[in-house]
């Protein structure tokens, strides 16, 4: 599919503007310099109850100027306006569908088995893409087998104000499963700024259906076991939004899962030797006891302040985010 232009998609509240609203992407040629086909990608977004944000991230993926693109929206029969707004824009989506569902990580595997990209991503349906993310990865880098294309990611809230940017370091296995150090630098990797090879995926097993909250590390990991290598650009490639409703705002369970999945990850490879595997086992043993004794201390102390519960809930985040940064624990986001 080629990407629509703004004026053929439909026309923009008056309150909206900017991007995805009254801008667009540069559209690239029809074919490359050599006279082939732009190599097709393949975006898929699970979409429940997110119709506050949805509009925004269709239009941020469509808007994208990319010659060869194919889009999929798997709905888990949102009971909002989510399914009428993916029916707007149904002329230029691949698939879709508003129905119940096995959860997230079932209905991305199903979009990329329904896809024939050589390169796949997933957005969620409260995250964008940005302006020229496609047109500038592109454009700028031949593609390789085997490859992971991580861009830079700009964490924005509820309203679409910037809050911070964000470039990821991990390069190896090892880099990913040493969370304490990972988390400490801000190194990681966040989950919408990844383009990856969509058959590898595949190969490797797609996402885990039984990870509800780590899936996307999960995913990494089985890449880098699989000899994928991860390449960065300075692309300004998505948008993270924070907001209330978020299920990463239950950190502690997002940690336990974190942690869960980087031991599976450290057990499986055979690039590690059995005492290195000792070492970061017990490394993240250790991290895991610190972040469970930090955090059930600091709850202690919030109940007893007698603090309203949604104010204990964004002081707990905003302590979660503090742990991050000192490497006490950790808050990941998918």
């Given at each position: 599919m080629r990407c629509p232009r703004l004026y053929e998609l439909p026309p923009s509240p008056w309150q909206k503007t900017g991007w995805p609203w009254t801008e667009e992407s540069t559209p690239l040629q029809n074919l490359m310099p050599d006279g082939q086909e732009w190599p097709r990608i393949s975006i898929v977004t699970p979409s429940f109850n997110q119709g506050s944000f949805i509009e925004d991230t269709i239009r941020s993926v469509l808007l994208q100027g990319y010659p060869n693109l194919e889009y999929f929206i798997f709905d888990g029969a949102s009971?909002?306006?989510?399914?009428?707004?993916?029916?707007?824009?149904?002329?230029?989506?691949?698939?879709?569908?508003?129905?119940?569902?096995?959860?997230?990580?079932d209905v991305i595997n199903r979009g990329l088995k329904k896809g024939s990209g050589i390169l796949a991503a997933w957005i969620n349906s409260?995250?964008?893409?940005c302006r020229n993310a496609l047109v500038?990865?592109?454009?700028?880098?031949?593609?390789?087998?085997?490859?992971?294309?991580?861009?830079?990611?700009?964490?924005?809230?509820?309203?679409?104000?910037i809050l911070s940017r964000h470039r990821?370091?991990?390069?190896?296995?090892?880099?990913?499963?040493?969370?304490?150090?990972?988390?400490?630098?801000?190194?990681?990797?966040v989950q919408p700024e990844v383009l990856f090879p969509r058959e590898l995926a595949l190969t490797v097993g797609g996402l885990d259906r039984n990870n509800y909250s780590t899936m996307d590390y999960d995913?990494?990991?089985?890449?880098?076991?699989?000899?994928?290598?991860?390449?960065?650009?300075?692309?300004?490639?998505?948008?993270?939004?924070?907001?209330?409703?978020?299920?990463?705002?239950?950190?502690?369970?997002?940690?336990?899962?974190?942690?869960?999945?980087?031991?599976?990850?450290?057990?499986?490879?055979?690039?590690?030797?059995e005492d290195r595997k000792?070492?970061?086992l017990a490394d993240l043993k250790h991290?895991?006891?610190?972040?469970?004794?930090?955090?059930?201390?600091?709850?202690?102390?919030?109940?007893?302040?007698?603090?309203?519960?949604g104010?204990?809930?964004?002081?707990?985040?905003?302590?979660?985010?503090?742990?991050?940064?000192?490497?006490?624990?950790?808050?990941?986001?998918?």
């Open positions: 009971i909002d306006n989510s399914a009428e707004i993916i029916k707007k824009y149904e002329p230029w989506l691949s698939y879709w569908v508003s129905e119940p569902d096995g959860g997230q990580s409260d995250d964008m893409l500038e990865q592109m454009s700028r880098h031949v593609i390789r087998p085997k490859t992971v294309y991580i861009g830079i990611c700009t964490y924005i809230d509820a309203t679409g104000n990821g370091k991990v390069h190896s296995l090892e880099d990913l499963v040493r969370v304490r150090t990972v988390w400490r630098s801000g190194s990681h990797i995913l990494w990991g089985k890449l880098l076991l699989a000899g994928a290598t991860f390449q960065y650009s300075d692309i300004p490639f998505a948008m993270f939004r924070e907001h209330q409703n978020q299920k990463t705002h239950d950190v502690l369970r997002q940690t336990r899962s974190l942690l869960d999945t980087a031991k599976r990850l450290v057990l499986h490879a055979d690039c590690f030797s000792n070492e970061l991290y895991g006891i610190a972040y469970e004794k930090n955090h059930w201390k600091g709850s202690g102390r919030l109940a007893r302040l007698g603090l309203p519960r104010l204990v809930s964004q002081v707990r985040r905003i302590r979660a985010l503090v742990q991050q940064t000192i490497g006490v624990g950790s808050s990941y986001d998918v």
